[in-house]
């Protein structure tokens, strides 16, 4: 009895030790991965760097010189546009790097996952940077092209619109981003699913609710209140929403597989 009650304290001991260097191998690979993740964003900031006139002219300034008239942009302090260059820069250098820093991000969860979910993480990452990709395309395609056509036109033609560049990047990146979040509204649902906090149930119980919320975010995301602005954003979201629901019930039967296994 006394060998198995030395062996039994050994064991302990081990598993202590074990978890320690569990716990510092953790900090570790903190660490690596929040120096890959800042390694993949300089990357991604020197190839926007490079293209950095291309993606001003072209990609940035380009939905207002479509609207009729064109929107006229003007620099009002020194550094302006050097301010403005280094914003484009940064911003798509960021959204250029977006599947790596998610790959990082899972990376580092993934030895909290089970052996089955862990082959999963590539399948994680792209849908998460699909779905946020595929906001930020939203965004940029449909919801500007339009908002800007409404800023060219609207009020008096006795005030002259002429728009500071700084504020007309600001208005570009706060859209882009917030599409690109909401977007991910399917992701967020899965993995709240997943953890016991999310269930379909509750999301149709709260489905007026939720209805209610979009379209008070819609009429502050959009500068109009007229129905047809309102559904341009909103629709998608609801769309979004019952596509979330979707995905949770998926996501609750998948974890009451693996419960049952257990």
Request: with cysteine; hydrophobic share 50%.
């Amino acid at each position: 009895m006394s060998e198995q009650a030395e062996e039994h304290n050994d064991d302990f001991e081990h598993d202590t030790d074990e978890k320690e260097m569990t716990f510092l191998d953790h900090l570790e690979e903190l660490r690596w991965r929040i120096v890959k993740a800042l390694m993949g964003v300089v990357v991604g900031v020197a190839v926007a760097g490079y293209f950095a006139d291309w993606l001003v002219i072209e990609v940035v300034l380009r939905p207002g010189k479509l609207t009729n008239p064109p929107l006229e942009l003007i620099n009002t302090i020194p550094y302006g546009q050097i301010t403005f260059y280094m914003m484009v820069v940064i911003v798509s250098g960021l959204i250029m790097s977006m599947p790596w820093l998610l790959y990082q991000i899972w990376k580092f969860i993934q030895p909290g996952l089970m052996p089955k979910e862990q082959k999963y993480i590539s399948s994680i990452v792209f849908f998460t940077s699909l779905c946020f990709m595929t906001g930020v395309a939203f965004a940029y395609f449909i919801m500007m092209p339009y908002m800007l056509q409404f800023f060219a036109t609207f009020g008096t033609t006795d005030i002259r619109n002429m728009i500071s560049v700084n504020e007309y990047m600001s208005f570009v990146l706060q859209l882009v981003l917030i599409s690109g979040l909401i977007f991910e509204l399917p992701m967020v649902a899965y993995f709240l699913a997943r953890l016991g906090i999310l269930t379909p149930a509750f999301m149709r119980h709260y489905r007026k609710h939720a209805v209610v919320a979009i379209l008070i975010l819609a009429a502050v995301v959009t500068p109009t209140t007229d129905p047809v602005t309102m559904s341009v954003f909103s629709f998608p979201i609801l769309i979004l929403y019952e596509l979330s629901i979707w995905i949770a019930g998926i996501a609750v039967r998948k974890r009451n597989a693996s419960q049952s296994i257990g």
